[in-house]
Structure formats: structure tokens, C-alpha cells
């Protein structure tokens, strides 16, 4: 295959990318009898069954604001990260056979995934929030700018991270049955379905550490002006997203010849 003379660099870019998210979209969505749909129903059954244990239990997590409005801002951004996660460790190896083509590389396939895991959560959450306010379910709304800064944040710290593991993943195939196991006990320490303000003070210096638990208080907090999250800290987010992004793409630039050669 030879590029077109008049197609510059970019533009052959440009389709190269929405080959690949319209193959990730077909591969993800079009297995299943409901397609796309399965896109909004993931998220939406994940906070109907939590949201459901803890109205059953009686328990309100945050004041002011119901608890399926508070499980959201809490599984929606984890979802995007896990699924960041799994497809990041499998990234060359399910787009093997495409890296003949020399105007495709791993870091194409890492990016299209991500796209589309970012695409599907945003419009995951829009919809969902649309949704529970025509059903009656509604606060007012946070900051507004705070919460696209928490976002395009999350975007490079998830792609930095899903490149790293895509080279982990394909070096050390080993560590593509471990890494998963990470991601579970990330959801019961992240604020998936609590707040910082609601565990004592001591044993804040475990959890701050995570990134996760930054997105999401600061998430909460652009979603839902009754949501005070003071123990979040933006400049360690911002550190962490910067500094994640950074060594992703250092150790993919060190290795993706190695990554093109496997095959």
C-alpha cells in the first residue's frame, strides 16, 4: 500500500485511526444481540445494582446528593479506566496481523482503543445524567470547566498507562494473567462507592496515593455543586496524568520495534 501523493502525513493519520475505531467498534459492540446499546447498559446495571443494595440498606452517601447520582460519578470514570486497562495489555496482540502494514503501528491501535473507551464513557455519562433528570433524579451542577480538566487529565493518564502495558503485555506475556488482578482491589480502595470525607483522617495516607481516587473526588465535585471534595488534590492528579502519559510513551518509543518484530 502506498500513500496517496496528494495525502499528507496526517490525513493518512486521520484514517488510520477511524479504520481502527470503527474495527474496535464492530469487535466490541457487534458480537452481542443489543450492539451498541450494551455501550450505556454496562454502566447503567452496574449503578442499578448498587444503588439498590444501599437504598435497601437504607444509606445515603453523601448529603444532598441521591445515591444513584453518586454512584455515578464514582463507576463511570472507573469503567473507562478498567476497560483502558485490560485492552491496553492486549492492544498488539489482538491488531498482530495489521502491523504488516507499514502506515499502522501499535501506538495507532493503543490510541483508537482509548478514543473509543473515552467516546463511550463520556457519552455514557451525558446520557445517564439526561436520563436520571427526566426521571426526577437531579442536583445542581458543579463546575463546569473543572470537570473537562479532570477528563482530558484522565484521557493522557489512561493512554499513557494502556501504551506502557501494551509493551508490558507483549514482553512479558506472564504479566497479562497478574496485571488484571490489580484492577479489582483498585475498585474497593478508588471512592468507587465512598467518599474521602466519610473514612478517617488515618487512613487517608493509604489511599491518596491513587490517582483513581483523585479523578474521582474531583469528578464528583465538577459533576455536583453539594460535593465538597477538599481532600482531593489537583496538582497530584495533574503530576501523576503528565508524569503517566510521559513514561508511556518513552517506554513505547524505547521498544516498539521490538512490539512490530514479535509478530
Not at 17 to 32: P, S
Not at 107 to 132: G, H, K, N, P, Q
Not at 230 to 237: D, E, M, T
Request: proline share 5%; charged share 15%; aromatic share 18%.
Amino acid at each position: 500500500m502506498r500513500p496517496s501523493p496528494t495525502r499528507t502525513i496526517w490525513q493518512i493519520q486521520r484514517d488510520v485511526i477511524y479504520a481502527l475505531l470503527v474495527r474496535e467498534m464492530k469487535t466490541r459492540f457487534g458480537k452481542w444481540r443489543l450492539g451498541y446499546a450494551w455501550a450505556l447498559l454496562e454502566p447503567a446495571l452496574h449503578i442499578m445494582m448498587l444503588a439498590a443494595i444501599f437504598n435497601f440498606l437504607k444509606r445515603d452517601f453523601y448529603p444532598g446528593i441521591p445515591t444513584t447520582l453518586f454512584m455515578l460519578g464514582g463507576i463511570a470514570p472507573f469503567l473507562f479506566f478498567s476497560h483502558c486497562f485490560y485492552k491496553g495489555i492486549a492492544a498488539v496482540a489482538s491488531n498482530r496481523g495489521l502491523f504488516n502494514y507499514r502506515q499502522l503501528r501499535p501506538f495507532d491501535a493503543v490510541l483508537s482503543r482509548v478514543l473509543l473507551e473515552f467516546s463511550i464513557y463520556i457519552l455514557c455519562m451525558i446520557t445517564l445524567l439526561i436520563l436520571l433528570a427526566w426521571f426526577g433524579i437531579r442536583v445542581e451542577f458543579g463546575d463546569f470547566l473543572l470537570l473537562v480538566e479532570v477528563n482530558i487529565l484522565f484521557f493522557f493518564f489512561c493512554f499513557g498507562l494502556s501504551l506502557a502495558l501494551c509493551v508490558a503485555g507483549e514482553r512479558y506475556p506472564e504479566l497479562s494473567k497478574i496485571l488484571p488482578l490489580i484492577v479489582r482491589p483498585l475498585y474497593f480502595v478508588s471512592g468507587v462507592f465512598f467518599s474521602l470525607e466519610q473514612i478517617p483522617v488515618e487512613y487517608h495516607p493509604y489511599l491518596i496515593w491513587n490517582p483513581l481516587v483523585h479523578v474521582i473526588e474531583l469528578t464528583r465535585e465538577g459533576l455536583y455543586a453539594n460535593y465538597d471534595g477538599k481532600f482531593s488534590n489537583f496538582n497530584y492528579y495533574i503530576f501523576t496524568s503528565i508524569g503517566t502519559l510521559t513514561l508511556g510513551l518513552l517506554i513505547y518509543r524505547a521498544h516498539w520495534r521490538d512490539l512490530i518484530r514479535s509478530q
